[in-house]
């Protein structure tokens, strides 16, 4: 759970209105946008999380986490995800070593439709995990303008680890439902539910937009009863051809 909670956390995503040229991201939620980068725009998402258990005897925190996005074609993006993470197993113990892992996820969008009503595409990444098995992950993204400045994003999806000669293959239904309000044309906040293999965790975020290509964002976290909280603080940044 505590694992799970920090993918989500670094896991990324909300969705202006289309504008041209306008940065758009899976940042800060964990509902991925329905839209894709603009072709030849390279985009760069980072940030740190830290994250504790409810009874405070686990810790760690991810730095950095980023995601480099790169639009090769109107209906295709490519991804490429890496993160590095601090993991303190007894934090009342301060002598306890800490443990450091890292992961990466190599992927891809490809559009389905963009329209003024709603918003829909596929994800899909091939996931590197350090002294864990390699997986995969497959997503539906939709997203829909309510009107008044609100909006509504889900992602419906699967994530797995291959199976081994000592262990089986191990899948789970991943499933997000946000919503999102503009609370002006620079700053957006959300308030979300999600989960994976029937767990609930939920969270909540602010995302301030100083000018079209650059974002910046805080979130918090928590697990519905077991008390697992985080925290997490990204930028992001569009560069145009």
């Known amino acids: 759970m505590k ?36 072709v030849g725009g390279i985009q760069l998402e980072a940030g740190v999380a830290g994250w504790t258990s409810g009874d405070a005897s686990t810790t760690g925190y991810t730095l950095p986490t980023a995601l480099l996005r790169y639009g090769l074609h109107e209906r295709f993006e490519l991804r490429v995800v890496g993160q590095r993470d601090q993991l303190q197993p007894n934090f ?27 918003q829909m595409c596929v994800l899909a990444h091939y996931r590197f995990r350090q002294g864990a098995n390699d997986g995969g992950q497959v997503r ?8 008044s400045g609100f909006s509504l994003g889900t992602n419906v999806g699967m994530a797995w680890e ?14 997000t439902l946000a919503l999102g309000y ?8 959300y308030v979300e539910a999600f989960g994976a293999g029937g767990g609930l965790q939920g969270d909540a975020g602010l995302a301030w937009r100083p000018d079209p290509l650059s974002q910046f964002d805080v979130s918090v976290g928590w697990t519905d009863g077991s008390g697992d ?4 603080l990204g930028w992001s940044k569009l560069w145009m051809p």
């Not at 969008?109 to 963009?114: E, F, I, T, Y």
């Not at 291959?162 to 499933?175: D, F, H, I, K, L």
């Not at 503009?182 to 906040?189: F, G, K, P, Q, R």
């Not at 909280?229 to 997490?232: D, E, L, N, R, T």
């Open 3 to 38: 694992h799970r909670l920090l993918f989500w956390a670094l896991g990324f995503s909300w969705a202006l209105p289309s504008l041209s040229q306008t940065i758009e991201t899976d940042r800060p939620d964990q509902t991925e946008a329905a839209t894709l980068v603009p």
């Open 92 to 118: 009342i113990d301060l002598e306890e070593p800490w443990t450091t892992t890292s992961a990466w996820d190599v992927g891809a969008k490809v559009a389905g439709w963009n329209n003024r009503n709603s």
């Open 140 to 147: 539906v993204n939709w997203a829909k303008p309510l009107g």
């Open 162 to 175: 291959w199976a081994t000669e000592e262990q089986a293959a191990v899948g789970e239904v991943e499933y």
């Open 182 to 189: 503009n609370v002006s044309e620079t700053l957006y906040a």
């Open 229 to 232: 909280s985080y925290v997490a």
